[in-house]
């Protein structure tokens, strides 16, 4: 079977800065792939790379074999890629559930007004609450999308993602600003997501990645220096001397 998703050579330029210069991985069907490095590393762009928000200048994106170079976003998400982004976005005004089950009714190519008219429980709402159950904010369903907590609202985040059934999930930073607990959680949260989707994560927690993960890549200064499990990266004297020693100790 075809990767979930390779990407090769790849490189971006903001000016004379090289963001993103020959990077390349491969996220094979099922695995939680993190992607770590030390902010300024490169991340966030090879994300937006391979979403379809930037334009690499060079390289190619693979999923599932399919050359999507470059594809718009709204080419990608019913290719099957679907992102969350370092800062949450969800619909205010609307509730947890209306939030997952609109994403769940574009990607049926049914609009807001459309649904908002229909009175009964839709199929949309069903699936919509299977997912929040999954990722445990069920009980939150009716609440104002606003009035949820930082940590529920990236998990929202997460749920409206997954409402537009990824066959890959990228997931840039979702424990940013949250605790220890709520990391921990999360953390759980995508080892259940990766039984219906491959993951690729952004993630500085350590810990967490070393402990989730399936296959870690390693960048810094826009460049990969290391690609393995986590224990291989772990141990990687490479990966200790650029980033793993740099790091507060707590994070190890
Ligand atoms: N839109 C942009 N314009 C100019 N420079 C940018 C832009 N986006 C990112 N950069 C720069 O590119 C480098 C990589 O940034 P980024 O991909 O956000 O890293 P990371 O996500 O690993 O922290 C940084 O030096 C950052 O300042
Ligand atoms: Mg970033």
């Known amino acids: 079977m075809a990767d979930a998703l390779v990407v090769e050579e790849l490189s971006k330029s903001f000016g004379a800065l090289r963001a993103v210069d020959g990077v390349g991985f491969a996220v094979k069907d099922g695995d939680v792939h993190s992607l770590i490095g030390p902010n300024g590393a490169g991340k966030t762009t090879v994300f937006n790379c391979i979403s379809g928000f930037l334009r690499p ?8 074999g399919e050359d999507v170079t470059a594809w718009p976003p709204h080419r990608l998400i019913p290719a099957g890629l679907a992102r969350t982004f370092q800062i949450t976005k969800v619909f205010g005004d609307l509730t947890v559930l ?27 709402n069903v ?12 009980e939150n369903a009716s609440a ?71 296959q870690v890549t390693v960048m810094t200064q826009g460049r990969v220096i290391a690609s393995g499990t986590p224990d291989a990266i ?3 004297t490479n990966v ?3 980033y793993l020693g740099a790091l507060d100790a707590r994070n190890l």
């Open 57 to 64: 200048a060079e390289g190619r994106v693979l999923l599932r």
């Open 98 to 124: 209306e939030n997952v089950a609109l994403a769940a009714r574009s990607r049926l190519g049914q609009n807001l007004r459309m649904w908002r008219r229909a009175s009964k429980v839709t199929s949309a």
């Open 144 to 214: 104002n999308a606003d009035h949820l907590a930082h940590g529920d609202k990236r998990i929202l985040e997460i749920a409206i993602a997954l409402a537009l059934r990824p066959r890959l999930l990228m997931l840039d930073e979702p424990t940013a600003g949250m605790s220890a607990g709520e990391t921990e959680h999360i953390g759980k949260l995508v080892r259940r997501i990766a039984a219906r989707t491959s993951v690729l994560l952004v993630e500085h927690d350590m810990e967490m990645v070393l402990g989730i993960s399936d």
């Open 127 to 138: 699936e919509a609450l299977e997912i929040l159950e999954m990722l445990g904010l069920a």
């Open 234 to 236: 772990s141990r990687d």
């Open 240 to 242: 200790q001397d650029a």
